[in-house]
């Protein structure tokens, strides 16, 4: 297996690992993180939330290495953005995942003492929890906006290179672009979260084309002329 051919296979393995771990992040979690008396419940289930902690950082150290891996190649077509894609999935990307993981781990702080406290200090440890499970919802946007502006990058130059089909690269153009509308529906308050119905029907196809560009990748890897083409070039 040459270098081209495995870099496809383990980026191809890397977008699994990353979907894979982000949607076992939010089945552990959104029972809890979306109940009511959330704090309560984040108490009597810590292992629940440290477990969606944990994926949450899988996510993001699979999805970080992508432009790692891909640099090499994507440098030889244009350089200004496969930088450009290595410095928001690879640096501006993993820094959201690791503050959505920091309030993670503060509402588990905050929910001890909301427990061991009882009353005496609940309406301000219920305001301390709301901040930062409101915080995380923030975080949560501004990931949609910066995950769409580094896709657009990546697809654009996959596209004109044709290291893949171009129709996997079109998908992903129009599926980013409804992903990214996502971010405007929350933050003018036409939705409530990320979380809801139609939220989530908006990714579906951002979330099926990337399955299937890993997959391409992995069983067919990058088109051998357009790899021939960036070499002849460079």
């Not at 993001?60 to 190649?73: C, E, H, K, R, Y």
């Not at 503060?106 to 061991?116: G, Q, T």
């Not at 290291?163 to 672009?177: D, M, N």
Request: hydrophobic share 60%; proline share 2%.
């Amino acid at each position: 297996m040459n270098t081209n051919r495995r870099i496809a296979v383990i980026v191809g393995v890397l977008y699994i690992m990353g979907t894979v771990a982000g949607v076992l992040s939010v089945l552990v979690t959104q029972s809890i993180l979306g109940a009511s008396d959330y704090l309560t419940k984040i108490a009597a289930n810590e292992n629940q939330i440290v477990t969606g902690i944990l994926f949450v950082l899988a996510m993001g150290f699979s999805l970080a290495m992508v432009p790692v891996m891909l640099f090499p190649i994507l440098r030889k077509h244009n350089e200004i953005l496969a930088l450009g894609y290595l410095i928001f999935r690879g640096a501006l990307e993993a820094v959201t995942y690791i503050a959505m993981a920091i309030c993670w781990s503060f509402l588990i702080l905050i929910s001890r003492e909301y427990v061991a406290e009882g009353a005496s200090n609940a309406a301000y440890l219920q305001t301390l929890g709301t901040i930062f499970l409101k915080g995380n919802d923030s975080i949560s946007t501004i990931l949609v906006i910066i995950f769409a502006l580094d896709a657009l990058m990546l697809y654009y130059m996959l596209y004109q290179s044709k290291l893949i089909p171009r129709w996997i690269s079109v998908w992903g153009f129009i599926a980013i672009i409804m992903h990214f509308s996502t971010a405007f529906l929350i933050l003018y308050g036409f939705v409530e979260s990320g979380m809801s119905a139609i939220v989530s029907l908006i990714n579906m196809p951002i979330f099926f084309q990337e399955m299937v560009m890993a997959v391409w990748l992995i069983v067919k890897g990058f088109s051998l002329d357009a790899i021939k083409e960036l070499d002849d070039v460079h």
